[in-house]
């Protein structure tokens, strides 16, 4: 059986990681990698770590690459590469554009596509923009469905896919953090990114993460804002910010904080030292997808700035709140957390809903009996 994955952002990168691993203990499947390069720098530091070797490389990243550049680019270099090696399937995760293009490009092929990560939602066609209309018609496309949580399978229920083709997993990106908790667990401190070398790890770490298209210009003003009044309101507070490396993120970021003490904006953290910095902070105040995933298996309260989540399973269970883009919210709800203990004690007690880490073999294993 041939297997064509197709990855090309850091968050496509981490959670196929361990599909990938997994189908290399079985002999009966061939393996081909193909990465776009969406991202370059993110991409790279992944892929290094867990030992991926792509077989095709198509360098899509420019600087400030647009939606329309970086789509129009993938298709036709896409298109050519799922011809040649002409696979069983081929393997998408998630909501990027990569995401989306392979799928597409492997329909116009005739080749059968299987989504891992499918059925998030927020309802919302412009949040997160562009992923909730990616992974919508990532959906439309697929022939097999891997689900992280029940309520994922729901959505995609409701959107007429027949429940047979539905598999519940757990999210594969719990897989490489276990993976990855295992492999730092005896690595010492100055192993890890030399960028935190100078944070003091005696005093409580705020981790900030923050990305996302729709947040771009007034939101992340007010979020950059927010933080400079949380550094100023607890100096004893570290605050620790590997900014992404999208131009119109660090513009704001680093006009806003880069003067401000206690605040360490680093470049963003290949994937064991975030991880190992993950666990050694207090709180988390983030964006992302895959961080929200990530923090209630190591009992870290997240707060997500985001008016919608896709991801809700953590907002109901408790370890995750969602508080939107608004500077004085953004403040309540980091000092809230700091001053009230009884308050954070009660969040980390609550359970991952996101996976066991042991999505992977699920997956592997449905594919081999499709
Ligand atoms: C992309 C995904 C988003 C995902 C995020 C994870 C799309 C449309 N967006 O957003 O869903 O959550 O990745 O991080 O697929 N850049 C570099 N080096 C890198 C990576 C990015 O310089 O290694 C800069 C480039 O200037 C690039 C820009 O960031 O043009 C934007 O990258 P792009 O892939 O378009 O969007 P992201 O905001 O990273
Ligand atoms: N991550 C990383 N280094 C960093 C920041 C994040 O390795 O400096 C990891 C994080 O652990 C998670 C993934 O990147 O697995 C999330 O990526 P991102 O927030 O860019 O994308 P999203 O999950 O929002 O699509």
Redesign the pocket.
Known sequence: MKLLFILG???DAIKLAPVIQEARKHKKIKIYICLTG??????DQVVNFFGIRPDFDLNL???????FD?TSKAILKLGDIIKKVNPDWVIVQG????TFVGALCAFYNKTKIAHVEAGLRTYNKFS?F??EI?RTLTTQLADIHFAPTKKAEKSLLKENIEKKKIFITGNTGIDALFYTLDKIKSIPRNKFAGSLKNIDFSKKILLVTG???ESFGKPFQEICLGLKQIAREFPNLEIVYPV????N?RKTVFQILSKVNNMHLIE?LNYPSFVWLMKNSYLILTD??GVQEEAPSIKKPVIVMRNVSERMEGIEEGIAKLIGTKKSDIVNSVSGLLKDSKQYSKMITAKNPYGNGKASPIIIRELLNA
């Open positions: 952002t850091r968050p969406q991202h370059r720098h993110m991409l990243m420019e600087p400030n690459q647009n939606l970086i909501d990027t554009t990569t997160p562009p992923e990616n990305h996302r298209r992404h490396l999208n131009p993120v963003p992302s997808g």
